[in-house]
């Protein structure tokens, strides 16, 4: 029986932009690495397949109001590592800013570290304040930044690929560590990298880690099709998500790859209590502790910069009143999306950032267990989703909630796993070790 998969996506003390005033929110230090420590082996408790680490590459201009920096995700996950045994770990890391070699190298070790965990979020980062920390490079347009990142993919699979399976001996009685005809520089010289290669570690336990994709813009989506093996999207409401994953398959086949090794999962963040008006009330109770001025400079920064101070708060909105998404550098795929819901429902500003407080444009409600485990079903089983990424508004409560009561429902539907019946993240996905391109 097909079953889901359960990511778990830490960010800040929760996903609601408010969870950090929460009284409910952990007390520890975002710089403290017990707090992802013991999530992630919270979440190993309960069967999830993995731990997914966000990544942002310059200071947010809400910083007075809002925690929005944490530990570094590749180092961080390295620590985890080291207090888990099962629960594959995904860090999120730029093709943009991010040397090739480099990136090959962290992840090759991390892989080693984790005996084959991992997972890599692949970006090719929209954020305009990155730009400006990486040797006055500047923010790179939507089309050049998917340009660079599809050499860059060529150059880190050849990377990890140039070790062959078999090429570490570690004969100490003959002397002979490697055997070097089974090791081989890469000679890449493209149009934006000159990478000559081998790696200087030997092969990762997984070929190469799984690699995870966000985008949703059409350019996106055609780079997942190449290349994703798990697809973290965005969707507002369940019909869109269908629309997405049954074109993103078509787009898969289409490459001549098989769509099962490309699971699709949405965001979700579910405020669950035990009842309907237990569960309406922990809403209510974050949206009071929000800015809708946070709000609107978190909109701003996803539009470009785009200055919404004008717009009345109370005033139902229209498409006019934002830039055309396909236009914008930044974050096309979730611009789409938030224009698509304002058409649809003309909601107020104050109503569309309560809307994106909950988690950034990804699918929210709130409800008891019962409720909560039947959205997911209902998505799961109708071709939107192969799974979630679990985005809990309050750390580590709304996650022990899941855990403990909506977990057991989903196993007792025969909809999620009760044991791991592997030892890798790829195990956990269903997914092929892909076989050495050497020679």
């Known amino acids: ?26 007390p520890l230090p975002l710089t403290d690495i017990r707090y992802t420590q013991e999530l992630a082996r919270k979440a190993e408790a309960s069967l999830f397949d993995s731990l997914f680490l966000a990544d942002v590459l310059g200071l947010w201009n809400d910083v007075e109001s809002t925690p929005f920096n944490w530990l570094e995700p590749i180092t961080t996950l390295a620590a985890v590592a080291t207090s888990t045994s099962r629960i594959g770990l995904i860090a999120t890391c730029s093709t943009t800013y991010t040397e090739p070699y480099n990136l090959a190298r962290q992840f090759a070790s991390l892989d080693h570290i984790s005996s084959g965990r991992v997972g890599w979020n692949i970006v090719t980062t929209w954020s305009p304040q990155a730009g400006s920390n990486f040797g006055g490079i500047g923010q790179v347009g939507h089309a ?95 019909a869109a998500a269908r629309a997405f994953y049954n074109e993103l398959k078509a787009l898969v086949a289409a490459e001549g790859r098989r769509p099962a090794q490309v699971l699709i999962l949405p965001g979700f963040s579910p405020i669950i209590g035990s009842t309907e008006v237990e569960a309406e009330r922990y809403a209510q109770e974050l949206n009071e502790l929000s800015d809708p ?31 055309d998404p396909s236009k914008n550098e930044a974050s096309r795929s979730r611009t789409e999306s938030i224009v698509d819901l304002v058409a649809r429902e003309r909601p107020t500003l104050r109503q569309l950032l309560a809307r994106l407080a909950g988690a950034r444009g990804h699918f929210t409600t709130a409800g008891s267990p019962e409720k909560i485990a039947d959205i997911m079903q209902a998505w799961f089983e109708t071709g939107a989703a192969d799974g979630f990424n679990l985005m809990p508004p309050v750390l580590p409560h709304q996650l022990d909630v899941f855990s403990t009561e909506v977990v057991p429902i989903l196993q007792k539907r025969g909809l999620f796993r009760t044991a791991y019946d592997g030892e890798t993240l790829r195990a956990h996905f269903g997914l092929s070790r892909p076989d050495v391109r050497f020679g």
């Open 1 to 26: 029986m097909r079953q889901m998969h359960l990511n778990l996506f830490i960010q800040s003390r929760g996903h609601h932009e408010a969870a950090w005033r929460h009284p409910l929110a952990s």
């Open 293 to 323: 001025e946070v709000g609107r400079q978190r909109l701003s920064l996803r539009f470009g910069g785009y200055d919404f101070s004008q717009l009345p708060l109370d005033t139902p909105l229209s498409q006019a009143d934002f830039p």
């Open 144 to 238: 050049d930044r998917y340009e660079r990142a599809e050499e860059y993919m060529s150059v880190v699979k050849a990377l990890w690929d140039s070790w062959a399976d078999d090429a570490v001996l570690d004969d100490r009685a003959g002397g002979r560590y490697a055997e070097r005809m089974r090791v081989k520089a890469i000679q890449h010289a493209g149009a934006h990298y000159q990478v000559q290669g081998p790696l200087n570690m030997p092969r990762p336990p997984q070929g190469r880690p799984v690699f995870v994709q966000a985008g949703s813009s059409d350019t996106g989506k055609r780079f997942a099709a190449r290349h994703a093996e798990a697809v973290f999207t965005a969707h507002l409401e369940k």
